[in-house]
């Protein structure tokens, strides 16, 4: 039987092939993201989703605060995104400047410009998970662009992409 550790653990988890988004909110005029590899679908009726996020993070703070946020799905050609709101430390003015977005019209989130979709949630439940909160919430709009290219995916500690 293997040791169970914290290196090991994450060395098994990391074959598991995950989209990558970037979790955004607003929150007291700040703008607040951060990159996440855990967004799953949980139910149709009502249209719910999941999103683990650190409790260590500022993003953790805010969202639970302010209760609304966006997840932007990113495609292939945004892995520097990606690794910018993956950055710990950034500053939190200006975090955005990098990243060309709108603002969600039911929330007011930063919609990341060329994601492959956006969603508006609005936090339903929030559930402690050793480090990391999963917060739970109900879609309140989405948006699917016409067009739609590779997928950005992190697989094995790394940055690919599947189309």
Same mark, same amino acid.
């Given at each position: 039987?293997?040791?169970?550790?914290?290196?090991?653990?994450?060395?098994?988890?990391?074959?598991?092939?995950?989209?990558?988004?970037?979790?955004?909110?607003?929150?007291?005029?700040?703008?607040?993201?951060?990159?996440?590899?855990?967004?799953?679908?949980?139910?149709?009726?009502? /249209? #719910?989703?999941? !999103?683990?996020?650190?409790? @260590?993070? +500022?993003?953790? =703070? $805010?969202?639970?605060?302010?209760?609304?946020?966006?997840?932007?799905?990113?495609?292939?050609?945004?892995?520097?995104?990606?690794?910018?709101?993956?950055?710990?430390?950034?500053?939190?003015?200006?975090?955005?400047?990098?990243?060309?977005?709108?603002?969600?019209?039911?929330?007011?989130?930063? /919609? #990341?410009?060329? !994601?492959?979709?956006?969603? @508006?949630? +609005?936090?339903? =439940? $929030?559930?402690?998970?050793?480090?990391?909160?999963?917060?739970?919430?109900?879609?309140?709009?989405?948006?699917?662009?016409?067009?739609?290219?590779?997928?950005?995916?992190?697989?094995?500690?790394?940055?690919?992409?599947?189309?």
């Amino acid at each position: 039987m293997t040791d169970l550790d914290p290196a090991r653990f994450r060395q098994a988890m990391g074959r598991l092939v995950q989209g990558v988004s970037v979790l955004t909110t607003h929150c007291e005029g700040h703008d607040h993201a951060m990159t996440a590899d855990t967004v799953t679908s949980v139910s149709l009726e009502p /249209l #719910l989703v999941l !999103a683990c996020v650190e409790t @260590e993070s +500022r993003f953790h =703070d $805010a969202v639970l605060e302010c209760g609304l946020w966006g997840v932007n799905v990113l495609a292939a050609d945004q892995r520097p995104l990606s690794e910018w709101f993956a950055t710990r430390g950034r500053p939190l003015h200006g975090q955005l400047d990098r990243a060309p977005f709108r603002r969600g019209e039911e929330t007011g989130v930063a /919609l #990341l410009e060329g !994601a492959l979709m956006h969603l @508006e949630v +609005r936090t339903t =439940d $929030a559930h402690p998970a050793g480090d990391h909160v999963i917060v739970v919430g109900e879609v309140l709009s989405l948006d699917i662009p016409d067009t739609v290219g590779p997928a950005l995916v992190h697989y094995r500690g790394r940055y690919g992409s599947i189309a």
